[in-house]
């Protein structure tokens, strides 16, 4: 007769993280919390003592740093080196996204703390003609910014997606495809004002010195836009599988056809990302704008004949001649960046609108 040994009986309750060998998942947080409260207690009395404000800066920095030495030490303890590196990794990678984070959240907020009191009707319905002082808007500045921008636009796209579909699908290995490649690679770090110059000296050798118009604006913009449609429709047209171009093929679809068909909406989001990054990236310049279209008071609906006022510009001027009261100023020159900033973030979502719409679907 055989004797069966009874089985253990199942353990029951919350196991005891420090001795499983993994921490659970709210340690990692009460360690954050506690590095705070403890280099927080520390810089208090640091500025206490020197009569001072306190260090948020030094505090926020000092934590982290305690932080990530808590953490790697009290998991190589529990769970062993190879968890404590990974920890202390994630740690570092997650304190540079939160430095990252913090000029771009300090600048949106500085600006919308100091633009939203001239966001009145006044300023989107008037411009700046016969103002002086208190009172005016910046209509003329946002009709400049809106026209500029979309002729540079219907220049540089064309250009740049057709460049791209060249040199991915037309221009493999070849000696032209190199030299295009290396040219736009080079006009990728043109200075913007090495753009408005050439813009100048180019209108200035068919209608003489001192000539200001839009237009010439539209074209120094199209200098720096080019290339960011080309890199990025380019590497966006390299991910597109070569199975559906070759099934597309097969089918006997001609390669031009293919290209449009098949090709062209396959990567139609990555393109569309790509002509918004590059539209953000001279929207706001102004150094070329200064030499090309010059400013104004006055509205102006003709990209071909005479000065042209732009955001950016018209922040500019606001904020290097300020008049009496300066405050008015100020105020008009902070309300134009905040929108510019809203220009931009109506054109990404329109791109991601349209991204959306017609990128090819994968259900059924």
């Known amino acids: 007769m055989t004797i069966t040994a009874p089985s253990p009986a199942p353990l029951t309750g919350t196991p005891d993280t420090l001795r499983s060998g993994r921490l659970a998942a709210w340690v990692p947080w009460a360690l ?8 927080l207690a520390v810089f208090l009395v640091m500025a206490g003592a020197a009569g001072g404000d306190l260090n ?9 740093l305690v932080y990530l030495i808590v953490i790697y030490v009290t998991s190589a303890i529990v769970e062993g080196a190879r968890k404590a590196v990974d920890r202390l990794v994630t740690g570092v990678v997650s304190s540079a996204f939160l430095i990252a984070m913090v000029p771009l959240v300090s600048v949106a907020w500085t600006v919308l ?10 300023f989107f319905s008037s411009s700046m003609r016969n103002v002086v002082g208190e009172g005016g808007g910046a209509l003329h500045a946002i009709v400049g910014t809106i ?18 579909v060249y040199l991915v699908e037309y221009g493999e290995g070849k000696r032209l495809a190199r030299g295009i490649t290396f040219l736009v690679d080079v006009m990728t770090g043109i200075p913007s004002i090495v753009a ?15 000539i200001r118009m839009g237009f010439m604006g539209s074209v120094a913009l199209s200098v720096l836009m080019i290339p960011v449609v080309v890199r990025s429709s380019e590497e966006m047209l390299r991910l597109v599988p070569n199975e559906l171009r070759e099934a597309s093929y097969a089918l006997g679809v001609p390669k031009w056809l293919t290209v449009v068909k098949v090709v062209m909406p396959t990567a139609i989001a990555g393109i569309t990302t790509g002509i918004m990054l590059s539209i953000s990236r001279v929207i706001g310049e102004t150094a070329p ?14 990209l071909f004949s005479g000065r042209m006022q732009t955001l950016p510009v018209f922040t500019y001027t606001q ?9 008015a100023y100020l105020d008009r020159a902070w309300a134009a960046a ?27």
């Open 147 to 164: 026209l500029i921008t979309a002729a540079a636009a219907v220049i540089s796209i064309p250009i740049g997606l057709m460049t791209s």
């Open 319 to 327: 904020y290097a001649n300020q008049g009496i009261p300066p405050e």
């Open 56 to 64: 948020y800066g030094g505090w926020l920095v000092s934590a982290a």
């Open 113 to 122: 703390v100091n633009g939203i009191a001239r966001m009145d009707i006044l």
């Open 32 to 39: 954050l919390g506690a590095s705070l409260i403890a280099m």
């Open 196 to 210: 408005g110059l050439f813009a100048y000296a180019l209108f200035a050798l068919f209608f003489g010195p001192g």
């Open 289 to 302: 704008l200064l030499i090309t279209a010059g400013f104004t008071d006055s509205m102006n609906y003709d």
């Open 338 to 364: 905040l929108t510019l900033i809203l220009i931009v973030m109506v054109l990404n979502l329109a791109a991601r609108l349209v991204a959306k719409i017609f990128s090819p679907k994968t259900g059924r």
